[in-house]
């Protein structure tokens, strides 16, 4: 994107790093540069300046809402209404002074002709400087490349605009660690086998659904068929299908709704997330595959391009669950713990680097950093000293919140001042149908299966508010943002921007309304609702949690899993009981003692709990709990009788998040 | 610079999001450059990614240097040994197989002609590209301005190097957040007098002597004598002669030194950071006028230089206390505290706008964020909620950690890495004299002077552990990386990089030697130190602390100060007693209502303590103590006991910073 201010930061900044000294020749070019520079430069503190002003704001304003217990609107509301105002009063109130100056160029004559097929890297123009006593000197400038131009006449603007990449590599990532940081685990993996089907086999129905039904409108607007192929449309699906968890997380959490719910709202809205960043990845890759074997190989395409959804889903994966384990070994057989700022660097660390890693390998670094912060949560945590863990929350909770509410305050700004937008009503109409139709179709069918097979079942009221949950944020933003050089894109933008921000203020702000027509038990207590729960159960209107008494296939995956974990993983990773010296063979003894620690031999059982915070004692008497329903599995089936259940979930937690907020 | 990492970081990324999409098109150079920009942004990642396995590398290790005490080392040793021996692997074990492809340039032909004085911002390229079919088609694309190129031969290197006004913009302000928010105040203020002297005035000495010392060695060898003015070894002077607080007080810190010795190293070396930056940029304006007016108005420009130091000093400062002050009202009059999160946002946002006002100013970030971090710990921190206090302190202390050892980790690969080093042996040499002389000019005349007017004078061997604290560090480094643009200005980037290596390790290694040679009382608690310091000094050989007993002209001013805090400023402020009611006159009172809390008038002082943490007590005592000396003040002077004094300030204070480390 040429008009991203921060490119032009960058560049400014270093001028002003080459200009300073050279001014002191005295030159009038140089001279009048620098001025540039620096004028530049405040320019860009301004910018900055800006937002974290607008922050300032909505920081002071959701205080008010909060402090006087108004519900209608929530924060992320406000900072995109804020970000509205005032991109509308940079728009409309200030003219643009300062203009970019273009010179349209060509090779030098005289040079070695240049024949590679890719554009240089940098330029370098001599520029005649005329001195003072009327001779002129030349000056060799460099300039460095930055993309294609396709309107010529496209002024660029610097107006309050930032690389969307930003968002990628600086916004994102924090955010989606926080949220894989701070998933309630127990009641995550309880919903496993729904939260993956929605978010999996969902996401993907809604992006084909919403790009075939786009696709099929634009067909009926004459000017628009011509601009978009279907392979646009479907970008728009896997761009706008991800719901966010942002607003309508925060809005739980103050309200306790019942947790079950939170679950599955929480666990679809983060790996939806995952699954639409990898999912339009594939879309361009089909679309790039596609268009070099010059039309031939549609069907080969598809297929690399499903393997590559699936080779970068799992690898990313797999690098952030490596990374956490890693940070869990690293924690557990150093005593770095003694050293809480040490340990806590060594956490951030580990964590930014799985990012890194996953974006060298060219994978997606936002996938392994959600799943680095789950694996983090699952077992380092465990390891950490108590300020460690106090601070990693603490720092996380803050950059999360920091990120988050700058995405939707840069949401409104840009509504106004980002330059590429294209307002076209039949698409934006086009897209809020869709959009609502996709959501439609990923809760309702989805729900129907699932509850075929599933014991407790999902509730009808329970799917309408996943309906309604269904807000478009941050991850729909920066995808839509981050190409925006075609007229399609630009509505693409347009369009996503509308729906992201109406469907944060509106839905957002009806949340509480929602949950009230829909009956959701709302002000529980995670340790009341599993009691009420029960009682509910056998009144028959609501069928959730607790899902152990009677096994299905997925319940047998995820207990599979539990039993491994229980026994090998939380060992291996924290100093949890039993150790891998009870329950590995006795033939790897040698092995196992290796691996298991000091503390984690002579460890009180009842000492340990005492110690370790609430989120462990979860994770305690979680396993505990499985144990017991495990262990027997092989021969005998649901035998825990499920009178059994709420006594051993009985546990008060503070989850992570939103502790406070 | 031409040669920067980050700047190329952008233009890629920029360049994927431009090129994703285009690709679809299926062109071979769009297929070529979305390759290339692939490849460069996961260069870059890698480029990240190796500076966080620096930090990860040390980060362990220093943990199992301090788990086995081992001293000779300190951690930012660590990083800098670290960053050169990966630095010397990246140069030597790895050959450059990405080459960047230039093209000169020449404006087009028949566009109109470019007739200003400045070169353009962005130049267009029409760039013809081969189609399948034999035809070709020209695409334009888009450069933006770099800087001035000086040896065309001089290839861009991207290895492992970031954009110097990162260091400025990013890695700095943290850290010298930091140090103004873990500034230990009490001693601060009781050194207050001393520490100006040596930051305000020994740092103009230092960089004076070292300007004209350099610029005479100069003069002795005939290939240095042309390329240096005296404002450039003047500007070497400003550059290299701040020390660093990071080294040197982490080990005071670790070691539990004398506390007005740390106070003096602490309080030194963080605001001669702020005076070299001040410095510097005026000898640059001072540079810019003389050459501008040709040479006619040398001593206007002086003056004005001078006037530039004090406006830019005193403004930041003020922006920066300006700040801190509305802060502190911002958490005293709302009741955001109720919300932490909330609380620590607003904190965070707050003392960021103070670097980015400055900045757009036209002032200095980095002094206004120091003064901001000073007002935030004597003001906004007495009024936060307990949680905040913690995550505020627990946020900085992780940048600081994270900022420094990368600035550390990257002195050290730069060494390698930077394309612009220039070696010289004479000026190195000349450096390192210099460096040396300048840190004694600075510290022994004024010693001298100081302890002709202080009653409890500063002992010869403080002196000496002042002069051996004179590492030099992070601020040199960048001020010095700033400029790279003359052979000049490169052997200054490699002298300083030089003396902060050496002097990092080898004085930094040696501290605990010194501190023993100089018989630097070390281990003692702050609460023994003032009981020991009183038993010494009857001894005779310490005479520091305690120094309110007989007054002078410095003592004065800081009790004025000290009375107009605890009286108009605390009150106003925070929520500490005496109430505004109290001290402001009765014509006042309406006014004195408004601005005193109900939390203030209705809180008891023993509760109060008891709900504060240490660093209010510290406040709230050492204001006591201040009030029962001052208050008499005007009558009578040195009328309290010496005898008393160990009462009044037996305070065990575990400080903000180090706490764990």
Chains 1, 2 share one sequence.
């Not at 309050?160 to 993996?189: C, M, Q, V, W």
Request: proline share 4%; charged share 15%; net charge neutral.
């Amino acid at each position: 994107m040429a008009d991203s201010a921060m490119t032009v930061r960058y560049a400014v900044v270093v001028t002003i790093g080459v200009f300073l000294l050279k001014s002191c020749s005295g030159e009038e070019t140089d001279i009048k540069l620098d001025k540039k520079a620096q004028l530049l430069h405040r320019l860009d503190s301004l910018n900055l300046l800006l937002y974290t002003f607008l922050l300032i704001l909505t920081v002071l304003t959701i205080w008010t809402f909060k402090h006087r217990r108004l519900r209608f609107l929530h924060e992320t509301g406000l900072a995109v209404i804020y970000g509205l105002i005032v991109g509308a009063i940079i728009r409309y109130g200030f003219t643009n002074s300062s203009t970019i100056v273009h010179m349209p160029v060509v090779p030098e004559p005289d040079g070695s002709h240049y024949n590679q097929s890719v554009p240089p890297d940098t330029l370098w123009l001599r520029f005649p400087e005329s001195k003072g006593d009327g001779t002129t000197k030349n000056k060799t400038f460099a300039y460095s490349f930055r993309g294609e131009i396709y309107k010529r006449d496209n002024e660029i603007d610097l107006k309050a605009t930032f690389d969307p990449e930003i968002f990628f590599n600086i916004i994102l990532p924090p955010i989606i660690f926080h949220a894989g940081y701070s998933l309630k685990r127990k009641y995550f993996f309880r919903n496993l086998g729904a939260i993956l089907t929605y978010a999996l086999i969902g996401t993907t129905i809604s992006s084909f659904v919403i790009g075939a039904l786009m696709y099929t409108f634009i067909q009926l607007i004459p000017h628009l068929a011509s601009s978009f192929t279907f392979l646009d449309t479907l970008y728009f699906g896997a761009l706008i299908s991800p719901t966010d968890p942002l607003t309508i997380i925060s809005i739980f959490n103050d309200l306790h709704v019942d947790v079950n719910l939170y679950a599955l709202v929480f666990g679809e809205s983060v790996l939806n997330d995952a699954v639409a960043i990898v999912l339009s990845g594939s879309i361009q890759n089909y679309a790039e595959r596609y268009q070099s074997g010059s039309g031939g190989f549609e069907t080969w395409a598809f297929f690399q391009a499903l393997g590559d959804f699936i080779r970068i889903f799992s690898l990313s994966l797999f690098i952030g669950a490596t990374m956490g384990c890693v940070t869990a070994l690293l924690t557990k057989f150093t005593r770095v713990r003694d050293f809480p700022l040490l340990e806590s660097a060594l956490f951030v660390l580990m964590s930014y680097s799985t990012f890194l890693i996953a974006e060298a390998s060219d994978l997606t670094g936002v996938v392994a950093v959600l799943f680095c912060g789950i694996c983090q949560a699952h077992y380092t945590y465990n390891n950490l000293s108590v300020d460690s863990r106090q601070r990693t929350k603490q720092l996380f909770e803050l950059l999360n919140f920091l990120a988050e509410n700058f995405i939707f305050s840069y949401i409104g700004v840009s509504m106004f001042t980002f330059p590429k937008h294209h307002f076209d009503p039949g698409f934006i109409f086009a897209g809020f149908f869709c959009a609502l139709l996709g959501r439609a179709v990923n809760v309702y069918p989805l729900s129907f299966l699932l509850n075929l097979g599933r014991n407790p079942k999902i509730p009808s009221n329970y799917q309408h508010m996943l309906f309604c949950a269904g807000l478009r944020g941050a991850m729909s933003f920066a995808l839509a943002i981050r190409n925006t050089v075609s007229d399609a894109r630009q509505a693409m933008l347009t369009t996503t921007s509308l729906i992201v921000i109406l469907t944060v203020i509106l839905q957002g702000g009806a949340t509480t309304q929602f949950l009230s027509w829909f009956n959701i038990p709302v002000g529980v207590d995670e340790e009341v609702e599993v009691l009420s729960y029960n009682g509910v159960r056998s009144g028959g209107s609501l069928s959730m949690g607790g899902s152990t008494s009677k096994t299905n296939e997925k319940a047998l995956l995820a207990r599979i899993w539990g039993n491994f974990d229980t026994h090998y993983m939380k060992p291996l990773l924290t100093h949890s009981r039993p150790t891998l010296l009870d329950t590995l063979p006795v033939c790897c003894g040698p092995l196992a003692r290796i691996l298991t620690t000091t503390q984690q031999m002579t460890q009180d059982n009842v000492a340990r709990r005492m110690d370790s915070d609430s989120d462990l004692c979860l994770e305690d008497r979680d396993t505990d709990r499985r144990r017991t329903s495990i262990q027997p599995l092989g021969t005998v089936t649901g035998e825990v009788s499920p009178g059994q259940q709420p006594l051993h979930t009985r546990v008060a937690l503070p989850g992570l998040i939103g502790r406070h907020l």
